[in-house]
């Protein structure tokens, strides 16, 4: 049971760069979220997707974009990668935005920007 | 959504319970209590949640106050791998997008 499933793990880009976070979940959940955690800072949303196709911008969206492939998966690009967009990004998923059932989160990945 | 105090780090002997407190003395009437944990380098781990009656599920307790202004999270048994940062979050039933993550509690579980 893989629930939600990041890629890549790690990846040290440089400055102007750009790339793609992958992010997919089988546990047929209609609503999915990006985070980044930065050290002392906790959590903070970056986009969500209440539903397949929809996007929504949360608390830090600028320098970054986002698209709903389908229902399972949901991708965050960093067009023109900063250093001060270092950070390990999670994404996460619920059933139904709206409801009180959990978010799930994947394992991260781990991002430098040199 | 309300906000919530835990200490912010904890002991407990492997083997024994694990109580971990949650104070939420503003919490409104349809605020829920989650729980989550955080083990070293791994996302964010859901354990439990709960309106006002308590909960039980194979992971944890979760024991809220009659006037559900504090809650405490039971480990039973804890083990090694129960080493975590602990959050609490009360966000409101049917609210959209974000989890509010504080500092949390830092268990420490030792042999």
């Known amino acids: 049971n893989a629930g939600v499933t990041q890629t890549p793990k790690f990846q040290v880009l440089k400055t102007g760069q750009s790339m793609t976070l992958q992010c997919a979940q089988d546990m047929n959940h209609n609503s999915m979220y990006w985070y980044r955690q930065d050290p002392g800072m906790g959590l903070r949303l970056i986009y969500y997707?209440?539903?397949?196709?929809?996007?929504d911008k949360g608390e830090v969206p600028n320098g970054y974009n986002v698209s709903r492939l389908n229902k399972r998966e949901f991708s965050l690009r960093l067009e023109s990668a900063a250093p001060s967009q270092t950070s390990v990004y999670f994404c996460?998923?619920?059933?139904?935005?709206?409801?009180?059932?959990?978010?799930?989160f994947g394992d991260g990945t781990r991002l430098s920007i040199l | 959504d309300a906000k919530t105090t835990q200490p912010p780090s904890m002991d407990c002997a492997e083997g024994r319970a694990a109580n971990l407190p949650c104070n939420h003395s503003?919490?409104?009437?349809?605020?829920?209590v989650y729980w989550y944990r955080q083990i070293h380098s791994q996302g964010p781990q859901y354990i439990i949640h709960?309106?006002?009656n308590n909960e039980t599920n194979e992971m944890a307790s979760l024991i809220i106050t009659e006037d559900r202004k504090s809650s405490t999270l039971i480990l039973p048994h804890a083990t090694l791998r129960d080493t975590a940062v602990y959050y609490c979050?009360?966000?409101?039933?049917?609210?959209?997008?974000?989890?509010?993550f504080g500092k949390g509690t830092l268990l420490t579980v030792n042999p």
């Open positions: 996460a998923s619920s059933e139904v935005e709206g409801s009180n059932q959990p978010q799930h």
């Open positions: 997707s209440a539903s397949e196709g929809t996007t």
């Open positions: 503003t919490i409104s009437g349809n605020e829920y």
């Open positions: 979050i009360v966000r409101v039933g049917g609210s959209n997008y974000k989890l509010t």
């Open positions: 709960g309106l006002k």
